[in-house]
């Protein structure tokens, strides 16, 4: 069975973790599993939210959330 077309149009909202999956809490409702000493995904340095927020205004994204670590 073929894949569905699916065309991309456009993104509403977008989830910036900052701090990667490093948290110094151990949350049992943690939705991704991060916690103390989880590196699985790095930090986000400055440089990189930049771009990742000029690339969303340019989406036309209307809601940006900010998360990763307490």
């Not at 149009?9 to 949350?27: E, K, T």
């Not at 049992?28 to 990742?52: I, K, Q």
């Amino acid at each position: 069975m073929p894949a569905p077309n699916c065309p991309f149009h456009g993104l509403d909202s977008l989830w910036i973790q900052v701090a990667g999956l490093s948290c110094n809490l151990r949350c049992a409702h943690c939705f991704n599993a991060s916690g103390p000493g989880n590196r699985e995904m790095p930090a986000l340095s400055r440089d990189d939210v930049r771009t990742l927020l000029d690339e969303a205004e340019a989406a036309g994204v209307r809601d940006i959330v900010f998360t990763g670590g307490e």
